[in-house]
């Protein structure tokens, strides 16, 4: 004889109908930079870009996700065949305890021999350093953009914002030249 169930069986779900989907944070999935440095392309000419990873400890790329990253005193350095980052500051994870992270540590940059080689090479020309650009994630890895920079002097920020202003002007005018067509 057959064994009765106590439990009741519920049929399943139509295939065709599935859960909603929440979507991904955007800093996450890489569609927005995680930190991003206003004042590099201000106070520097930017000459040539480089991508590395950086080693982090616990709690950090959880911050970088809740946007708590800032590149604004940060610099690279190369020592002794290693690339380092110094003084980007990555606030306190809002759900840490206290083995939470140290904010301004010095961090590794993750590159290949032959590229730090270059880097160095290319920084011991004087007034020449690495500036960190931006930060973000690339296939769940943080991400940092490294500009090799030569500093600006104050001449030439006032050239730069003279040449940007003359930019919006042209621009102005060919918009209100177009409108003024076709009326």
């Known amino acids: 004889m057959a064994r009765q169930t106590s439990h009741v069986i519920v049929a399943k779900d139509a295939p065709g109908q599935a859960k909603p989907v929440r979507p991904r944070d955007p800093v996450a999935s890489g569609e927005r930079d995680a930190a991003f440095n206003r004042?590099?392309?201000h106070n520097y000419f930017l000459?040539?870009?480089?991508?590395?990873?950086i080693a982090l400890r616990g709690t950090e790329v959880k911050s970088i996700r809740e946007g708590k990253a800032n590149l604004k005193d940060a610099y690279g350095l190369v020592k002794d065949g290693e690339a380092f980052l110094l003084n980007m500051h990555i606030g306190p994870y809002s759900h840490g305890n206290l083995a939470n992270h140290d904010e301004t540590r010095t961090r590794k940059l993750l590159m290949?021999?032959?590229e730090v080689r270059k880097l160095l090479q290319k920084t011991q020309v004087k007034g020449h350093t690495l500036i960190p650009v931006r930060l973000y994630f690339r296939h769940g890895r943080v991400k940092c953009e490294l500009a090799l920079a030569k500093g600006k002097q104050d001449w030439d920020k006032r050239e730069t914002e003279r040449r940007r202003e003359?930019?919006?002007?042209?621009?102005a005018a060919i918009k209100a030249n177009k409108h003024?067509?076709?009326s």
Request: proline share 0%; hydrophobic share 25%; aromatic share 4%.
């Open 166 to 171: 003359a930019d919006r002007e042209a621009s």
């Open 47 to 53: 000459l040539e870009k480089f991508e590395a990873g």
């Open 180 to 182: 003024r067509n076709r």
């Open 112 to 114: 290949h021999r032959e």
């Open 39 to 41: 004042q590099a392309g």
